[in-house]
């Protein structure tokens, strides 16, 4: 009786760190942007399909997440709707690592309201007055008598980022907007509040929420990509060195022309 | 004798690994805080706004702080009341085959995941408060009170009810018998005698409401304001950690404020802690149970 619990032990520990060898040898981890996050995990789904034995976990986050997990060693490759800093490429560069760079989108950068609001149209200075406080009532910009609720995404988010460098030039929003986790999160409030005003990736606008037109230019993919829509800028996964096996397969995977069609159904502008 | 002996000595090991996991915690938090607290100072408590990734960066600590406080009095507001009255009806009132399957159901409450709260609360319950109190949007300190007390509700109730059972049938009794009703007997006698229960149900259900993350985080808002009412969108300390800690570099200083504001949420907590702990020793002279 002893005997045989003994090699059933030993079956069972040798079976478990064979499984769990073969499990690392075969593992892929993205983190970071919400932005790239819907590109990334339809991407590894059709990868994971295309190759059964490989397992792709696909993280949220923000960008910032991501990328102080690239720098950790926690994660493979950084989902990233911004490009790195130039003290996070130093950070990574002191550990030994180099930061390489991948651009896979391009997106632009919706302006979104509550389909109720009866306004259509912002310049890019009003965007920028209403984010930063100095205009707080939609009467000023042409639309109804009521106060404008500011939606806008924490400082983990490269969304943010992007947003604070094209729109607002480096200015900080109003202390009073309410800072969500999400592009999902800023799309959901803006669509249940009437006066709420927020930006969201391409992809991510819906018939929930209503897309400004910015000095006149509706935000489609068409826009984006002939560089008439302002507010536009690149997607990126990063990884630490040149991307090689696994990783590097995936972001093959991603320029392809199977990856560039999953970027256009989800909303964003391929790279041609 | 000597097996005795090592059992003893294992027992006090594993007693001590708990303090030495508290300790390791304060450490921690101290360490990482204190270049923060250096470097930024009373800037922490006299700059208003709190915009750690602008440049210069700006660490002010108190619209969070009061946001924190805010969020947990409503809260406490909203289950203290509720939680004593249903564990008064629970323990006093209903017959045993209700109670049997009630209590249960009010223990499941405890379950739930804190997300599915959250998610509740942002979905279905943001529309409702926006619409019943006409505010500009639904994502606000009340509505976070709200569903932190929901969940606060069964820890209050449960302890609350345990304590009241624990009361002796002697006092109840002698209060009948004395001609008082069986409300009079509830508020004036029972209550009152379990009142070092009660007081550590108020504590379990104030620890819940103040340090609960992911709620808050997608319920109360995210203004980083000094609220001047409950209806206004907030961010309390555990959100803005857990919405921040992830991007922060290591040992940056966003990093140690992070750190700095846990280290308040602690202080805060401990304060808190100890106030109660006056409280129910006051209570416990007062009705020296015998």
């Keep these: 009786m002893k005997r045989i ?13 064979v499984a769990y060898g073969l499990q690392r040898a075969n593992k892929l981890t993205l983190q970071g942007s919400t932005t790239v996050l819907p590109v990334a995990q339809r991407a590894a789904e059709d990868f994971m399909k295309k190759y059964p034995a490989v397992n792709v976990t696909v993280r949220g986050g ?3 997440t991501g990328i102080n997990s690239l720098l950790a060693g926690t994660t493979d490759i950084a989902n990233s709707s911004r490009p790195m800093k130039r003290s996070e490429k130093e950070k990574l560069a002191s550990t030994g690592g180099s930061a390489v760079e991948y651009k896979v989108a391009i997106d632009g950068l ?13 310049t890019l200075q009003q965007a920028k007055d209403i984010f930063t406080g100095e205009v707080t009532n939609w009467s000023e910009v042409g639309g109804k008598d009521e106060k404008i609720v500011l939606v806008s ?3 983990a988010s490269g969304t943010y980022e992007s947003f604070k460098e094209l729109v607002l030039k480096g200015a900080n929003p109003a202390a009073t907007a309410l800072l969500q986790a999400s592009n999902q999160a800023v799309a959901t409030t803006v669509g249940q509040t009437p006066n709420a005003i927020g930006y969201i990736g391409l992809g991510y606008v819906s018939d929930k929420t209503k897309p400004l037109t910015v000095n006149g230019v509706q935000p489609t993919v068409e826009t984006v990509k002939k560089g008439k829509y302002p507010v536009r800028r690149y997607l990126y996964m990063y990884t630490n060195g040149q991307a090689k096996g696994l990783a590097g397969s995936f972001i093959n995977f991603v320029f392809s022309a199977e990856g560039q069609k999953i970027v256009a159904e989800e909303g964003f502008v391929p790279l041609n | 004798m000597q097996t005795e002996n090592i059992i003893r000595r294992s027992f006090f090991l594993v007693a001590l690994t708990s303090i030495i996991f508290l300790a390791g915690i304060l450490v921690t938090l101290v360490v990482n805080a204190l270049p923060a607290l250096r470097e930024i100072g009373l800037g922490l408590f006299t700059t208003t706004h709190w915009y750690p990734t602008a440049e210069p960066p700006e660490f002010g600590v108190i619209p969070l702080i009061a946001a924190s406080l805010w969020i947990t009095a409503g809260a406490l507001l909203f289950s203290v009341p509720l939680g004593i009255l249903f564990s008064l009806f629970l323990s006093e009132v209903l017959p045993e085959k209700i109670k049997a399957f009630l209590k249960p159901t009010v223990e499941l409450l405890a379950n739930i995941p804190s997300v599915v709260y959250g998610f509740f609360g942002m979905v279905f319950l943001a529309p409702l408060v926006m619409r019943l109190f006409h505010l500009p949007v639904g994502l606000n300190g009340l509505t976070a009170s709200i569903v932190l007390g929901i969940m606060a509700l069964p820890t209050i109730t449960s302890v609350c009810e345990d304590s009241l059972n624990a009361v002796p049938r002697t006092y109840r009794e002698a209060s009948l018998a004395l001609g008082a009703t069986k409300w009079e007997t509830m508020i004036h006698v029972t209550l009152p005698a379990a009142a070092s229960g009660v007081s550590a149900a108020v504590v379990l259900g104030l620890g819940r409401a103040i340090g609960e993350t992911m709620t808050v985080l997608m319920v109360a808002g995210g203004a980083a304001v000094i609220p001047r009412s409950l209806l206004q969108p907030m961010r309390p300390i555990t959100a803005n950690i857990a919405a921040e800690m992830g991007e922060a570099a290591v040992g940056g200083l966003h990093y140690q404020s992070l750190f700095a504001l846990a280290l308040f949420l602690l202080i805060i907590t401990l304060f808190i802690n100890q106030i109660s702990d006056t409280i129910v020793e006051k209570s416990r002279q007062r009705f020296k149970v015998q």
């Excluded at chain 1, 619990?5 to 760190?17: E, I, Q, R, Y």
């Excluded at chain 1, 919706?110 to 912002?122: D, E, G, Q, R």
């Design chain 1, 62 to 64: 923000g960008s910032g």
């Design chain 1, 5 to 17: 619990m003994l090699s059933a032990a030993v079956f069972f520990v040798l079976a478990g760190s």
């Design chain 1, 153 to 155: 995404r924490d400082t």
């Design chain 1, 110 to 122: 919706a302006l979104i309201v509550n389909p109720s609001n009866p306004v259509n149209n912002l």
